[in-house]
């Protein structure tokens, strides 16, 4: 069990979908260009003319509290910090075997044959393994924020603990329009392993 957890913070009023927090990853952590995008942007649209409104959202790996993609790697390849609740992949030990990716409800593993060099910390001896967020552990020890908040011009992200940010937003809710079901898979079935409690808090738009 995680000595404390990381959880990020979503304002849904705040997202213009200008896209910065989706590039800002992909240039910290040398994604390069092509499917592979550890943060994503959707919209949902409701309502009819003229009365429509538009819901962005943008979502990367929640860093579950029970994250499904653990128990679903059979190489053990994912596991979760425990100073930090932060859920990591051992990309040596991946095989591409893709389970992680069907048990994750949020689309958050990304395979993609456009995967990055040697970054930050592995050697890559798998061509091509399952990449994700990594909610920036290397700039947090520096004292920097996660790029995806550093970069919003909106501040419609933020971190902390999870203690920290549901006292700083106290009226926060765990789901928004565009969420996904935490208790289901990929394919909407059940998951064995129950909720995935995702460690991130929202102010739906209102």
């Known amino acids: 069990m995680a000595v404390k957890q990381m959880a990020f913070y979503f304002d849904q009023n705040r997202c213009m979908g200008c896209h910065a927090c989706v590039v800002a990853c992909k240039d910290w952590n040398d994604v390069k260009p092509g499917e592979a995008r550890w943060r994503r942007l959707s919209d949902t649209e409701v ?79 798998v061509a091509h393994p399952m990449q994700k967020c990594t909610m920036c552990w290397d700039r947090q020890a520096e004292g920097l924020q996660p790029s995806c908040v550093a970069s919003c011009p909106q501040r419609a992200l933020d ?42 808090f929202f102010k739906p738009k209102a």
């Open 159 to 200: 971190f902390g603990t999870a203690e920290a940010i549901a006292a700083k937003y106290p009226t926060a809710v765990r789901t928004v329009v565009g969420f996904p079901q935490t208790d289901k898979d990929s394919n909407g079935n059940t998951l064995a392993s129950g909720d995935t409690v995702p460690s991130i």
């Open 47 to 125: 309502g009819t003319f003229p009365d429509v409104k538009v819901f962005n959202l943008v979502v990367s790996c929640n860093h579950c509290a029970n994250p499904a993609c653990t128990a679903a790697c059979p190489v053990g390849a994912i596991y979760k910090r425990a100073e930090d609740g932060i859920v990591i992949v051992n990309r040596d030990l991946c095989q591409s075997i893709k389970a992680c990716a069907v048990a994750c409800p949020y689309g958050a593993p990304q395979f993609a044959d456009d995967a990055s060099e040697p970054v930050k910390q592995a050697s890559w001896a």
